[in-house]
T-cell receptor
Framework: ELKVEQNPLFLSMQEGKNYTIYCNYSTTSDRLYWYRQDPGKSLESLFV?????AVKQEGRLMASLDTKARLSTLHITAAVHDLSATYFCAAPSGSRLTFGEGTQLTVNP | ETGVTQSPTHLIKTRGQQVTLRCSSQSGHNTVSWYQQALGQGPQFIFQ???????GRGNFPPRFSGLQFPNYSSELNVNALELDDSALYLC???????????FGPGTRLTVL
């Protein structure tokens, strides 16, 4: 059974700082997804990483995938308050997505 | 906005009742997946429908059932509601079963 683990689960950071969220998954997967969820809202698709070594960037967020290490990272550069949200990674197994527990990010002024 | 819609937005039921949740997929998408998200947790896969057939099911009991219609909209039915069924129910549509899933706004179900 595929398991997905994220760390940290809670992250409080100051504006302007950099940080990385890690996502490990237990079985082989050729893709990895990152989603954002604001409180009480649904999931917003951020990135889909389709191959080993894939790197994608959007604004202050950059995601990468290492399929050999079964590891994906979400790097936050010069954080701003608007990035405060819960971030989920998810790996596919057949028809289903298996999600991590989420990383609750709070960016403080 | 993903183009995926769900109804109702909120619902309150009592234990033992039955509930039907609805989802309209994004135009051109023939695959719908349903997830349950308990407070403070990641979404859990319930099942997926592809071209009106069930195409995978998670670890949920048979009282969770679904349907997909010819226009690819979908329903999630839950019988004999339990307190632990209180959660946000998310529907996601995708072009194919293994492509990016786009989530609707969710239905918040409270079971008293």
């Amino acid at each position: 059974e595929l398991k997905v683990e994220q760390n940290p689960l809670f992250l409080s950071m100051q504006e302007g700082k950099n940080y990385t969220i890690y996502c490990n998954y237990s079985t082989t997967s050729d893709r990895l997804y990152w989603y954002r969820q604001d409180p009480g809202k649904s999931l917003e698709s951020l990135f889909v990483l389709l191959s080993n070594g894939a790197v994608k960037q959007e604004g202050r967020l950059m995601a990468s995938l290492d399929t050999k290490a079964r590891l994906s990272t979400l790097h936050i550069t010069a954080a701003v308050h608007d990035l405060s949200a819960t971030y989920f990674c998810a790996a596919p197994s057949g028809s289903r997505l298996t999600f991590g527990e989420g990383t609750q990010l709070t960016v403080n002024p | 906005e993903t183009g995926v819609t769900q109804s109702p937005t909120h619902l309150i039921k009592t234990r033992g009742q039955q509930v039907t949740l609805r989802c309209s997929s994004q135009s051109g998408h023939n695959t719908v997946s349903w997830y349950q998200q308990a407070l403070g947790q990641g979404p859990q896969f319930i099942f997926q429908y592809y071209r009106e057939e069930e195409n995978g099911r998670g670890n949920f009991p048979p009282r969770f059932s679904g349907l997909q219609f010819p226009n690819y909209s979908s329903e999630l039915n839950v019988n004999a509601l339990e307190l632990d069924d209180s959660a946000l129910y998310l529907c996601a549509s995708s072009l194919l079963p293994d492509t990016t899933q786009y989530f609707g706004p969710g239905t918040r179900l409270t079971v008293l």
